[in-house]
């Protein structure tokens, strides 16, 4: 079964710190891997997408990185801001005509002063 | 640039009744698609529209209808509303079928009585 785990479920950290947030799949065949912030009573906004051959890539704070072989992403966020609190969703997308995007169910980050 | 427009952004029915959400895109996308998230649950597809002219079913399609208008607007209807389908709403679009970015609109906040 195609599946997106994200870790943690939720996370609390003082402003102008790091974190990560993980990502591991259970897709196949799998065509890209999408990153997305999505702010309270907003929709989700992209900040990544990686393809099987990239294994990382920037927006800027935000760094994404992709495992293929182990299946796993994560989401690198420097010297976080208070606008960083937000839900982070990680998005497979399965290949083919019949392709389908599979939804975590995102990590929710809250960034305190 | 509005980008993904969804109306309305609260509604609140009773069971049994019906309405519309609308969508329109100004971004000259060919694919939109309908989605409800519902809480600590990832997004799921319930009807999309790869190109104008043609509708499927996602995942989650048991009590909706959809109607591409024209390459702008993307409408959902819920003829004969249910609790179960108190959910948040979003319609996105894309440039081409799925392995492209989303974009989201705000969201529809509904709750059926």
């Known amino acids: 079964k195609n599946q997106v785990e994200q870790s943690p479920q939720s996370l609390i950290i003082l402003e102008g710190k790091n974190c990560t947030l993980q990502?591991?799949?259970?897709?196949?065949?799998?065509?890209?891997l999408r990153w997305y912030k999505q702010d309270t009573g907003r929709g989700p906004v992209s900040l990544t997408i990686?393809?099987?051959?990239?294994n990382t890539k920037s927006n800027g704070r935000y760094t994404a990185t992709l495992d293929a072989d182990t299946k796993q992403s994560s989401l690198h966020i420097t010297a976080s801001q208070l606008s960083d609190s937000a839900s982070y969703i990680c998005?497979?997308?399965?290949?083919?005509?019949?392709?389908?995007?599979?939804f975590g169910q995102g990590t929710t980050l809250q960034v305190k002063p | 640039n509005a980008g993904v427009t969804q109306t309305p952004k609260f509604q609140v029915l009773k069971t049994g009744q019906s309405m519309t959400l609308q969508c329109a895109q100004d971004?000259?996308?060919?694919?939109m698609y309908w989605y409800r998230q519902d809480p600590g649950m990832g997004l799921r597809l319930i009807y999309y529209?790869?190109?104008?002219?043609?509708?499927d079913k996602g995942e989650v399609p048991n009590g909706y209808n959809v109607s591409r208008l024209n390459k702008r607007e993307f409408s959902l209807r819920l003829e004969s509303a249910a609790p179960s389908q108190t959910s948040v709403y979003f319609c996105?679009?894309?440039?081409?079928?799925?392995?492209?970015?989303?974009?989201f609109g705000s969201g529809t906040q509904l709750s059926v009585l």
């Open positions: 529209s790869a190109s104008e002219g043609t509708t």
């Open positions: 971004m000259n996308h060919n694919s």
């Open positions: 990502c591991n799949y259970t897709v196949s065949p799998f065509s890209n």
């Open positions: 990686m393809t099987f051959s990239e």
């Open positions: 996105a679009s894309s440039e081409v079928w799925i392995n492209e970015k989303l974009f």
């Open positions: 998005v497979v997308s399965s290949s083919g005509n019949t392709g389908k995007l599979i």
